[in-house]
């Protein structure tokens, strides 16, 4: 599961909600956003205790992103958090994590990136995503990265611009030659994804089923699914099911489901 609380879930109250809602879903992983109190030890210790989950917060400029993690389901080996507050708008938390119970052991691990892209420029959004390619492949090639996205998904539907604020218009959309002229969403994040051959599982679903309705906005105010998953090829044989979560935040709750057993296995040093 991922889910960005929206900034101030401690301060105003939404924070015991969105755990309730968590605990609904029950994920073996989740991917927060926008969690910056949870830097504190007593106030992570205390979400610990909250969750009934082991919980990892990156370092970042601002707005933390954070992991957690069923113990009884996921083994923690390392934690690379190595360009987050420097490189990062916002940062990323990036786990190494054996799966338990597997039909048969992995020799690398899998690779567990909660992030948030700059929405201020899809250009260095599109670095950042390049960054977290380059990681979610670094220690043996199962990867994934989740979060806010915050720009257009490839296959997605153009939304109405005239609904979604003009910053975010002029941060997400490409350059017009005039007022006059359409508004077109900028997909270059999402064509960096595809070009470092990440799948997004949203979109995999959606085409394959076939059921548009998968590909469903996810940013409540900004009419785009700007949360998303995003998987090595490794994964992709894994990919169960997707589907969104309502809760008390600004974005509604992302959900997939994997079969670990169906993973294809990378060959030795084949991403070394």
């Not at 977290?132 to 994934?144: E, P, S």
């Not at 894994?238 to 294809?264: C, M, P």
């Amino acid at each position: 599961m991922s889910q960005n609380a929206q900034i101030g879930a401690h301060q105003d109250g939404r924070w015991e909600g969105l755990v309730g809602a968590i605990r609904d879903v029950d994920p073996d992983l989740l991917l927060l956003q926008e969690v910056e109190w949870l830097a504190g030890p007593e106030q992570a210790k205390a979400a610990r205790e909250e969750l009934g989950m082991n919980l990892v917060v990156a370092p970042s400029r601002q707005m933390n992103p954070a992991v957690a993690w069923k113990p009884r389901a996921l083994e923690w080996l390392d934690t690379d958090t190595r360009y987050s507050a420097t490189d990062m708008h916002h940062g990323y938390c990036s786990l190494q994590l054996r799966p338990l119970g597997l039909a048969k052991e992995w020799p690398v691990p899998l690779v567990a990136i909660s992030t948030h892209l700059t929405p201020y420029s899809v250009e260095a959004a599109g670095q950042e995503a390049q960054l977290l390619i380059a990681r979610a492949y670094r220690f043996g090639g199962i990867g994934l990265v989740g979060g806010d996205i915050n720009h257009m998904p490839l296959g997605d539907e153009e939304p109405d611009w005239s609904l979604i604020p003009p910053y975010n218009r002029s941060s997400r959309c490409h350059r017009r030659k005039s007022s006059t002229d359409p508004w077109r969403g900028n997909r270059l994040v999402g064509e960096v994804f595809r070009d470092g051959d990440m799948t997004d599982v949203a979109a995999h679903l959606a085409d394959s089923r076939p059921d548009p309705s998968l590909r469903a906005l996810t940013g409540k105010g900004g009419q785009l699914r700007v949360d998303q998953f995003h998987v090595t090829p490794a994964l992709v044989p894994a990919i169960v099911d997707y589907r969104r979560v309502n809760t008390n935040a600004d974005h509604y709750g992302i959900v997939a489901t994997f079969d670990l057993d169906r993973v294809a296995l990378p060959a030795a040093g084949e991403y070394v």
